[in-house]
């Protein structure tokens, strides 16, 4: 057994927050649900849990998988979990009235811990070679109105197309939208990382970068409603030196190949030689996870461009602070 496979068999069956606790009593961890998409951007939550990261921060959290952004955003609101990471312009939509999905409660979210840029690219089956190729296909969104679809329609625009010029086909999450691609229900769709790279693999085409059209972009990030970081201040905060802790942990050359084995034991796609490439994504200097866990206010400029510019109704949204919590990562990470 190679010494990878022996770290993937570690990290399956031994995580190392059960050798983490302390002897004798300790203080009972505070439950915390938290609900994302699928995918290897959640290496975080894996590192976090496998290393006792969450255990030492006083928290003990349970990861659901969201089948789409609608699930996700209407459940979160109504209370059923207390933390949603998912791409941040959904809950701006939802907070200006403009969701999918119908909620219970009044939707009072903040955004206080960024993720990553998005890792977001246009992926398309193997006959189409340039985005204008798309004009006539069917593309695969999660939701039409929220979320990464107005990147996507920005990089079409970018190459002269015309949102009638497409038919845009609600899918799902990424593992949803990577499958109606790979499997030919649909021409292309919007991609993060290692989805981007596993349908590379299965013969897909890459047509653009999105972090290359638009820059600065605030991807996938943590949110609440209000209400519940209010009286659960310090699980958030928790919750978020936990991540911050993982972070670092997963930047560090020396966990390296327990960090690919548990990227490898978490997705059935994934495979030793894509963990090595996406981990390789995941700790590019420049344009991999966000090491800090800050909210990129510049991200969060660029995501309310955009829905200015493809949001119905129109809108002009022009405080990005409107949305973000701050002070409770500053008290989180309060600087000397």
Known sequence: MSLLSKLMFLALLLPFSVLAQSPGVAKPLTPVSIITFG??????????????????????????????????????????????????????????????????AKPDLATFMGLNGGFLHLIA???????????????????????????????????GLKDADVSYVPTGGSLARFRSVVDGKNAATLLNTPFDLQAVDRGMVRLGSAGQLLGSYQGHAAAAQRGWLAQNEAAAIGVMRAYREAMEWIYDPKNREIAEALLVAN?????????????????????????????????????????????????????????????????????P
């Open 125 to 159: 089956s193997p006959d189409i070679k340039t985005i204008a190729g798309l004009r006539g296909k069917s593309i695969s969104v999660d939701a039409l109105t929220t979320g990464y679809a107005f990147v996507l329609r920005d990089m079409l625009a970018r190459a």
């Open 39 to 104: 995918g290897g951007f959640n290496l975080p939550a894996w590192a976090a849990e496998r290393q006792g990261f969450f255990a030492k921060h006083g928290v003990a959290v349970k990861l659901t998988i969201t089948p789409n952004s609608t699930f996700l955003m209407t459940n979160l609101i109504d209370g059923k979990f207390d933390i949603g990471i998912f791409g941040i312009d959904n809950l701006v939509a939802y907070q200006e009235g403009a969701g999918e999905g119908k909620t219970t």
């Open 267 to 335: 997705d059935r796609e994934m495979t030793p030689a894509l963990a090595r490439r996406t981990l390789e994504v995941f700790t590019d200097p420049k344009e991999g996870l966000f090491r800090d866990v800050a909210i990129s206010m510049d991200g969060m400029r660029t995501v309310l461009d955009l829905r200015n510019r493809f949001g119905q109704p129109a809108t002009k949204l022009t405080d990005p602070q409107k949305y973000v919590d701050l002070d409770i990562y500053r008290r989180a990470f309060p600087k």
